[in-house]
């Protein structure tokens, strides 16, 4: 077993981590307080080939592997979690799902813009009435000729705002439940597509989270991604992606609260002395880097076996669990450490704490992750 | 235009100095490319994209671990790189060090039009070893440089920060320029151009292969040696002297010529 990074991958983490250190943590309180990230961070981060981080050059990508993914969303969040998921987003759920399942003729038109950052993608499935119930979309698309007709309302869409691409689940079938969906690529500008009300939030501030609207959105036939039907399949195989990154946005909102945590630890004076002096303070700290070494190296485990074509949706469920819940204890304890300094904005644990909640939340809940992971087991998967 | 780069594999700006004994605990040290030499890289690069330059060699001398100060600066933009790496290496001083590098050149085909330096290692810091190559191949040398133009088959024109104003020197090529804070933003290495760094060119020689006895070098071959290394005494508290002026005044000058002693 070789336990280490490829000299690659430490290469990106070390640039990463800089480009994060230098232009993007310096303004994550801003970007939180605004609302938005900044046009100068697309750029960078499109620069960069950080868009498209596993899709190979030939479409704009970077040509590198998943583990590299999870470490760049993992260092974005770090600085940032409004940044992370920006690029956690675009890439499982809308750059994956159209290198898998596009033809040539898409791949060149839309994922080429996407991995490449020219373009930022979304991925639109959540209804008002349906979340973790999929299936339950209203949301449909007639076909009429050599297009469909697109009519319904979506909501919670992360990147919603910022997308040129996006990647739109509607039922071809209204009488079928999971069967009757399928995959749109639409275009930003489509007649008939207008997006409604942006959600103010707990946390996550700087990612838009848009209401996008379809009043009769003519899309070309060829924009189907996949066979009429698919869609369903499409959205779970990348929502088993789409876990990876989560998690790495997770472990790096938690280093991020553990790393002030430490550092308010040493310079903090109470009785006379450092408050890191005390167990008390010791055994927060201890407990911290131990959870999040163990979450990091279970979303690293999941990233291997995905790249390397294993069965991973098993460990991406644990791992997104896992790596949500320790964002959660760790964000927590970071501000006790803090007392009444991480109780306000001047520090910056109040906003990993108010970051880390929807961790637990999109991309399935953690009982969702439960039940997937138990019914796995009970299938005899992870065994 | 070809251009050498030189390259040092030092200790992260971070880097919490801890000692093992009188030597240095290198165990957890976290190694980059000098800072610096990351400014004479970008300004090579930058002098390809503006067709001045064919061909970029970015040049260590190192232990393996050299290997990676060098594919960063692939990374950046550099064709090839060239790492002299051998155990007889080991306590170099800065002149012997300098001998090594001139040695590389050679081999390299001896005909680099510019030799781009960072002013100093962030490491050992001795600002040395740019001068000394250049006094050993004879070479005009512009130390520090905030500001560079070339005209490639000619000359270059280097402007260095000197206090109260500025100094510019013309320098007929080939010629050593030593690399400044100011000079340029040195760009992130690109996922892509990571990629490609992974499969351009890195030759690694050894004293042998560079025709170098291991007397020359080393510990042996050196005219300095490093005897031990100290931290530097813990920063003590401030004292106030507080007062009408007489009595601070007084106060003041007892203090420093019986406590510290500079008066």
């Excluded at chain 1, 209804?127 to 319904?152: F, Q």
């Excluded at chain 1, 996006?166 to 995959?183: C, M, N, P, Q, W």
């Excluded at chain 2, 000079?183 to 042998?208: D, H, Q, V």
């Amino acid at each position: 077993m070789r336990f280490e990074l490829t000299e690659e991958q430490n290469m990106v983490r070390d640039m990463v981590r800089r480009l994060v250190e230098e232009e993007i943590k310096p303004k994550a309180a801003e970007i939180d307080k605004r609302g938005e990230i900044f046009p100068e961070i697309y750029q960078k981060l499109a620069e960069l080939g950080l868009f498209g981080v596993y899709i190979p050059e030939e479409y704009g990508g970077a040509g590198m592997d998943v583990v590299s993914y999870a470490i760049v969303v993992e260092e974005l969040s770090r600085g940032c979690a409004s940044t992370g998921i920006l690029v956690s987003a675009h890439t499982s759920l809308v750059v994956d799902p159209i290198y898998k399942h596009g033809t040539e003729e898409q791949k060149k038109k839309f994922l080429v813009p996407l991995a490449s950052g020219e373009k930022v993608g979304a991925h639109a499935m959540t209804e008002p009435g349906a979340g973790t119930d999929v299936a339950s979309i209203s949301t449909t698309a007639k076909k009429e000729g050599d297009k469909y007709i697109l009519n319904g309302t979506k909501h919670f869409i992360t990147n919603g705002k910022e997308a040129g691409i996006y990647l739109v689940f509607a039922k071809t079938d209204k009488e079928a439940r999971h069967k009757g969906i399928s995959a749109f690529i639409v275009e930003k500008g489509t007649p008939g597509f207008s997006i409604g009300k942006l959600e103010h939030k707990l946390g996550i501030r700087g990612s838009s989270t848009a209401e996008l609207i379809f009043e009769n959105c003519e899309v070309p036939a060829e924009n189907l991604l996949g066979k009429e039907g698919q869609g369903f399949y499409i959205a779970m195989e990348c929502y088993d992606g789409g876990r990876v990154g989560v998690a790495a946005q997770a472990i790096g909102i938690a280093q991020a609260a553990f790393e002030a945590a430490l550092a308010f630890a040493q310079e903090r004076a109470q009785f006379g002395q450092p408050i890191a002096n005390f167990q008390a303070i010791q055994f927060k700290l201890a407990d911290m880097a131990t959870a999040i070494e163990a979450a990091r190296l279970l979303n690293l485990k999941a990233a291997w076996l995905e790249q390397e074509g294993k069965l991973f949706y098993h460990h991406s469920a644990m791992s997104k669990l896992m790596a949500s819940d320790v964002a959660m204890r760790v964000t927590r304890e970071a501000i006790q450490i803090h007392g009444g300094y991480g109780f306000i904005e001047e520090y910056p644990v109040e906003r990993h704490y108010r970051d880390a909640k929807i961790t637990e939340i999109y991309e399935g809940t953690s009982e969702a992750q439960r039940l997937t992971i138990a019914r796995n087991l009970l299938k005899g998967i992870g065994i | 235009m070809k251009i050498a780069v030189f390259c040092k594999s030092v200790p992260d700006t971070e880097t919490k100095v801890r000692l093992k004994g009188d030597r240095l605990d290198t165990s957890g040290i976290k190694y980059i490319l000098n800072p610096y030499d990351e400014f004479a890289v970008e300004e090579a690069v930058r002098m390809k994209e503006a067709k001045k330059a064919e061909e970029i060699v970015a040049i260590s001398m190192g232990p393996a671990r050299a290997q990676e100060a060098l594919r960063n600066a692939l990374a950046i933009g550099a064709d090839r790189a060239v790492l002299v790496t051998d155990d007889a290496l080991d306590g170099s001083d800065t002149l012997a060090t300098a001998k090594v590098l001139v040695k590389v050149l050679e081999k390299e085909g001896g005909d680099f039009d510019l030799l781009l330096f960072g002013q100093r290692a962030i490491d050992g810091d001795t600002w040395q070893v740019p001068s000394q190559v250049a006094a050993l191949l004879d070479l005009p040398q512009a130390t520090c440089t905030v500001a560079l133009e070339v005209e490639p088959g000619s000359k270059a024109v280097a402007t260095r920060l000197v206090e109260g104003g500025e100094e510019i020197h013309e320098l007929t090529l080939p010629a050593v320029i030593t690399c400044s804070k100011g000079l340029n933003e040195p760009r992130y290495p690109s996922l892509p151009n990571i990629m490609k760094a992974k499969k351009k060119p890195l030759t690694t020689y050894s004293l042998g292969d560079l025709g170098i006895d291991a007397s020359e070098v080393g510990k042996n071959g050196s005219r300095t040696e490093v005897l031990s290394y100290e931290l530097p005494p813990a920063r003590g508290g401030g004292k106030k002297v507080e007062g009408e002026p007489e009595e601070v005044v007084a106060e003041l000058v007892k203090f420093l010529k019986e406590e510290i002693k500079v008066i």
